[in-house]
Protein backbone atom coordinates (compact mmCIF):
# COMPACT_ATOMS: atom_id res chain seq x y z
CA UNK A 1 0.00 0.00 0.00
CA UNK A 2 1.62 3.68 -0.91
CA UNK A 3 2.53 5.83 2.00
CA UNK A 4 0.99 9.42 2.58
CA UNK A 5 4.53 10.50 0.43
CA UNK A 6 3.81 8.37 -2.32
CA UNK A 7 3.58 10.17 -5.46
CA UNK A 8 -0.16 10.19 -7.12
CA UNK A 9 0.79 10.26 -11.05
CA UNK A 10 2.57 6.81 -10.31
CA UNK A 11 -0.82 4.65 -9.64
CA UNK A 12 -2.80 3.66 -13.18
CA UNK A 13 -6.39 3.45 -12.49
CA UNK A 14 -6.31 -0.56 -12.80
CA UNK A 15 -3.50 -0.19 -10.24
CA UNK A 16 -6.02 1.76 -7.81
CA UNK A 17 -9.05 -0.63 -8.82
CA UNK A 18 -7.34 -3.36 -7.25
CA UNK A 19 -6.06 -1.33 -4.47
CA UNK A 20 -9.58 -0.74 -3.64
CA UNK A 21 -11.02 -3.98 -3.89
CA UNK A 22 -7.82 -4.98 -1.20
CA UNK A 23 -9.04 -2.28 0.79
CA UNK A 24 -12.67 -3.54 0.84
CA UNK A 25 -11.31 -7.20 1.79
CA UNK A 26 -9.26 -5.34 5.01
CA UNK A 27 -12.36 -3.50 5.83
CA UNK A 28 -14.25 -6.91 6.04
CA UNK A 29 -11.41 -7.33 8.50
CA UNK A 30 -12.41 -4.62 10.64
CA UNK A 31 -9.57 -2.42 8.84
CA UNK A 32 -11.40 0.75 8.42
CA UNK A 33 -9.44 3.37 9.39
CA UNK A 34 -6.79 1.86 6.47
CA UNK A 35 -10.08 1.85 4.17
CA UNK A 36 -11.33 5.25 4.67
CA UNK A 37 -7.47 7.13 4.81
CA UNK A 38 -6.68 4.94 1.63
CA UNK A 39 -9.63 5.56 -0.43
CA UNK A 40 -9.63 9.45 0.19
CA UNK A 41 -5.93 9.25 -0.90
CA UNK A 42 -6.86 7.03 -4.50
CA UNK A 43 -6.30 9.33 -7.40
CA UNK A 44 -9.12 9.09 -10.04
CA UNK A 45 -7.07 9.41 -13.32
CA UNK A 46 -7.32 11.48 -16.42
CA UNK A 47 -11.13 12.23 -17.31
CA UNK A 48 -11.94 9.36 -20.30
CA UNK A 49 -11.68 10.45 -23.83
CA UNK A 50 -14.84 10.85 -25.22
CA UNK A 51 -14.05 11.21 -29.08
CA UNK A 52 -11.64 9.55 -31.12
CA UNK A 53 -10.40 12.89 -32.03
CA UNK A 54 -9.89 13.59 -28.46
CA UNK A 55 -7.96 10.14 -27.77
CA UNK A 56 -6.06 10.24 -31.02
CA UNK A 57 -4.76 13.40 -29.67
CA UNK A 58 -4.00 12.18 -26.29
CA UNK A 59 -2.00 9.27 -27.68
CA UNK A 60 -0.57 10.91 -30.67
CA UNK A 61 3.30 11.34 -29.50
CA UNK A 62 2.75 7.74 -27.40
CA UNK A 63 5.92 6.58 -25.86
CA UNK A 64 4.04 3.65 -23.39
CA UNK A 65 5.77 0.79 -24.73
CA UNK A 66 9.49 0.27 -27.04
CA UNK A 67 7.39 0.56 -30.10
CA UNK A 68 7.01 4.05 -30.07
CA UNK A 69 10.57 4.42 -30.54
CA UNK A 70 10.85 2.88 -33.73
CA UNK A 71 7.29 3.55 -35.74
CA UNK A 72 7.39 6.05 -38.09
CA UNK A 73 3.17 6.97 -37.70
CA UNK A 74 1.05 5.46 -35.70
CA UNK A 75 -1.94 3.79 -37.15
CA UNK A 76 -4.74 4.24 -34.92
CA UNK A 77 -7.52 2.89 -37.78
CA UNK A 78 -10.12 3.81 -39.90
CA UNK A 79 -13.16 3.82 -40.74
CA UNK A 80 -17.17 4.79 -39.79
CA UNK A 81 -17.54 6.28 -36.55
CA UNK A 82 -20.90 4.55 -36.21
CA UNK A 83 -19.86 1.34 -37.58
CA UNK A 84 -21.40 -1.92 -38.69
CA UNK A 85 -18.63 -3.73 -37.27
CA UNK A 86 -15.04 -3.56 -35.96
CA UNK A 87 -11.88 -5.15 -37.49
CA UNK A 88 -9.13 -5.84 -35.47
CA UNK A 89 -5.91 -7.35 -37.04
CA UNK A 90 -2.64 -7.20 -34.53
CA UNK A 91 -0.66 -4.31 -35.73
CA UNK A 92 1.11 -2.58 -38.40
CA UNK A 93 3.55 -3.49 -40.66
CA UNK A 94 6.22 -1.88 -42.84
CA UNK A 95 3.72 -0.15 -45.63
CA UNK A 96 0.94 0.81 -42.81
CA UNK A 97 3.87 2.30 -40.53
CA UNK A 98 4.44 4.57 -43.61
CA UNK A 99 1.05 5.34 -44.74
CA UNK A 100 -0.19 5.62 -41.09
CA UNK A 101 -3.52 3.64 -42.31
CA UNK A 102 -4.30 0.07 -41.28
CA UNK A 103 -4.56 -2.74 -44.14
CA UNK A 104 -3.13 -2.10 -46.63
CA UNK A 105 -1.34 -3.93 -49.14
CA UNK A 106 -2.20 -7.66 -50.32
CA UNK A 107 -3.50 -8.32 -46.73
CA UNK A 108 -5.46 -4.86 -46.80
CA UNK A 109 -6.93 -5.79 -50.70
CA UNK A 110 -7.97 -9.08 -49.81
CA UNK A 111 -10.03 -7.55 -46.69
CA UNK A 112 -11.66 -5.25 -48.86
CA UNK A 113 -13.21 -8.18 -51.06
CA UNK A 114 -14.24 -9.99 -47.83
CA UNK A 115 -15.96 -7.00 -46.36
CA UNK A 116 -17.88 -6.60 -50.05
CA UNK A 117 -18.97 -9.93 -49.81
CA UNK A 118 -20.91 -9.73 -46.76
CA UNK A 119 -22.39 -6.11 -48.29
CA UNK A 120 -19.40 -4.06 -45.73
CA UNK A 121 -16.63 -0.89 -47.34
CA UNK A 122 -13.89 0.11 -45.48
CA UNK A 123 -16.73 3.09 -45.24
CA UNK A 124 -19.45 1.15 -43.04
CA UNK A 125 -16.59 -0.40 -40.38
CA UNK A 126 -14.03 0.90 -38.70
CA UNK A 127 -10.86 -1.32 -38.80
CA UNK A 128 -7.76 -0.74 -36.41
CA UNK A 129 -4.82 -3.30 -34.53
CA UNK A 130 -4.56 -4.24 -31.25
CA UNK A 131 -0.78 -2.24 -30.98
CA UNK A 132 -1.01 1.06 -33.09
CA UNK A 133 2.98 1.02 -33.90
CA UNK A 134 5.25 -1.33 -36.07
CA UNK A 135 6.27 -4.16 -34.44
CA UNK A 136 9.94 -5.11 -35.78
CA UNK A 137 12.08 -7.60 -35.08
CA UNK A 138 15.06 -5.10 -35.83
CA UNK A 139 14.10 -1.78 -34.23
CA UNK A 140 17.42 -0.59 -35.12
CA UNK A 141 16.57 -1.09 -38.59
CA UNK A 142 13.42 0.52 -39.52
CA UNK A 143 13.48 0.94 -43.37
CA UNK A 144 13.90 -2.70 -43.90
CA UNK A 145 11.16 -4.88 -45.63
CA UNK A 146 10.20 -8.10 -43.62
CA UNK A 147 11.00 -7.00 -40.55
CA UNK A 148 8.13 -7.54 -39.06
CA UNK A 149 6.83 -9.65 -36.14
CA UNK A 150 3.80 -10.19 -33.75
CA UNK A 151 3.37 -7.75 -30.66
CA UNK A 152 4.69 -9.07 -27.70
CA UNK A 153 2.02 -9.57 -24.66
CA UNK A 154 3.45 -6.17 -22.74
CA UNK A 155 3.28 -4.02 -25.78
CA UNK A 156 -0.31 -4.99 -26.58
CA UNK A 157 -1.21 -4.77 -22.74
CA UNK A 158 0.62 -1.16 -22.95
CA UNK A 159 -1.26 -0.19 -26.05
CA UNK A 160 -4.58 -1.72 -24.75
CA UNK A 161 -6.62 1.57 -23.39
CA UNK A 162 -6.47 2.96 -26.29
CA UNK A 163 -8.23 0.16 -27.96
CA UNK A 164 -10.51 -0.25 -25.16
CA UNK A 165 -11.71 3.74 -25.18
CA UNK A 166 -11.94 3.01 -29.16
CA UNK A 167 -14.53 0.50 -28.52
CA UNK A 168 -16.35 1.82 -25.75
CA UNK A 169 -16.50 5.49 -27.92
CA UNK A 170 -17.10 3.07 -31.46
CA UNK A 171 -19.82 1.05 -29.58
CA UNK A 172 -19.73 -1.47 -32.54
CA UNK A 173 -22.61 -4.09 -32.78
CA UNK A 174 -19.59 -6.60 -33.78
CA UNK A 175 -16.14 -6.75 -33.57
CA UNK A 176 -14.54 -9.40 -35.81
CA UNK A 177 -10.89 -10.44 -34.39
CA UNK A 178 -8.59 -10.96 -37.33
CA UNK A 179 -6.26 -13.68 -36.77
CA UNK A 180 -4.54 -15.61 -33.95
CA UNK A 181 -2.67 -12.85 -32.31
CA UNK A 182 -5.91 -10.25 -32.13
CA UNK A 183 -8.21 -13.43 -31.04
CA UNK A 184 -5.93 -14.25 -28.23
CA UNK A 185 -5.17 -10.61 -27.26
CA UNK A 186 -8.95 -9.73 -26.96
CA UNK A 187 -10.43 -13.24 -25.73
CA UNK A 188 -7.08 -13.50 -23.02
CA UNK A 189 -6.74 -16.98 -24.03
CA UNK A 190 -3.62 -19.01 -25.73
CA UNK A 191 -6.12 -21.12 -27.77
CA UNK A 192 -5.39 -21.42 -31.61
CA UNK A 193 -7.51 -19.84 -34.14
CA UNK A 194 -8.46 -22.79 -35.74
CA UNK A 195 -10.11 -23.54 -32.04
CA UNK A 196 -10.99 -20.02 -31.51
CA UNK A 197 -13.02 -19.37 -35.39
CA UNK A 198 -16.77 -20.16 -35.64
CA UNK A 199 -18.33 -19.47 -32.37
CA UNK A 200 -19.47 -16.00 -31.19
CA UNK A 201 -18.01 -14.58 -27.69
CA UNK A 202 -19.39 -12.15 -25.72
CA UNK A 203 -16.43 -9.30 -24.62
CA UNK A 204 -16.91 -6.91 -22.03
CA UNK A 205 -16.98 -3.02 -22.68
CA UNK A 206 -14.62 -1.65 -20.48
CA UNK A 207 -16.46 0.97 -18.38
CA UNK A 208 -19.91 0.28 -19.34
CA UNK A 209 -21.26 -3.07 -18.10
CA UNK A 210 -22.23 -3.91 -21.48
CA UNK A 211 -20.97 -6.72 -23.46
CA UNK A 212 -20.23 -6.81 -27.60
CA UNK A 213 -20.75 -9.84 -30.04
CA UNK A 214 -17.14 -11.10 -31.29
CA UNK A 215 -16.32 -13.25 -33.96
CA UNK A 216 -12.55 -14.53 -34.33
CA UNK A 217 -11.57 -15.74 -37.74
CA UNK A 218 -8.59 -15.96 -39.95
CA UNK A 219 -6.06 -12.88 -40.73
CA UNK A 220 -6.51 -12.08 -44.27
CA UNK A 221 -2.49 -12.70 -44.79
CA UNK A 222 -3.65 -16.22 -43.46
CA UNK A 223 -5.62 -16.77 -46.40
CA UNK A 224 -3.38 -15.87 -48.75
CA UNK A 225 -1.10 -17.85 -47.40
CA UNK A 226 -3.25 -20.85 -47.89
CA UNK A 227 -6.80 -20.34 -49.45
CA UNK A 228 -8.19 -23.37 -48.27
CA UNK A 229 -8.56 -21.51 -45.11
CA UNK A 230 -11.07 -19.31 -47.07
CA UNK A 231 -14.37 -21.38 -46.99
CA UNK A 232 -14.18 -21.59 -43.15
CA UNK A 233 -13.82 -18.17 -42.81
CA UNK A 234 -16.64 -17.62 -45.49
CA UNK A 235 -18.81 -19.07 -42.76
CA UNK A 236 -17.60 -16.84 -39.60
CA UNK A 237 -18.22 -13.92 -42.20
CA UNK A 238 -21.87 -15.08 -42.80
CA UNK A 239 -22.07 -15.80 -38.91
CA UNK A 240 -20.39 -12.12 -38.16
CA UNK A 241 -23.22 -10.29 -40.85
CA UNK A 242 -26.01 -11.74 -38.69
CA UNK A 243 -25.08 -10.28 -35.56
CA UNK A 244 -25.41 -6.45 -37.16
CA UNK A 245 -28.74 -5.03 -36.09
CA UNK A 246 -31.43 -3.97 -38.71
CA UNK A 247 -30.61 -0.89 -38.28
CA UNK A 248 -27.23 -0.93 -38.99
CA UNK A 249 -27.30 -3.89 -41.47
CA UNK A 250 -26.22 -3.64 -45.21
CA UNK A 251 -29.49 -3.68 -47.83
S1 LIG B 1 2.12 0.54 -29.60
FE1 LIG B 1 0.55 1.66 -28.46
S2 LIG B 1 1.35 1.83 -26.36
FE2 LIG B 1 3.08 1.33 -27.71
S3 LIG B 1 3.94 3.34 -28.25
FE3 LIG B 1 2.52 2.75 -29.87
S4 LIG B 1 0.58 3.74 -29.30
FE4 LIG B 1 1.89 3.72 -27.47
Not at 91 to 104: A, C, I, N, Q, T
Not at 179 to 188: D, F, P, Q
Request: glycine share 10%.
Amino acid sequence: MPGDHAPRSKIDPRTAGALREFLRTAEDFGETELYYRARRDVPKGPPRAESLEELYARYSGCLNCVLGKSRKKIVFGMGSLRPKGLFIGEGPGYEEDRKGLPFVGKAGELLDRILAAIGLSRETVYIANIVKCHPMREPEHPDMRGNDRPPLPEEMEACRPILEAQIRILAPPVICALGATAARSLLRTGDGITRLRGKVYGYPIADTGRTVPLVPTFHPAALLRDPSLKKDAWKDMKLLRGLIPPERNPA
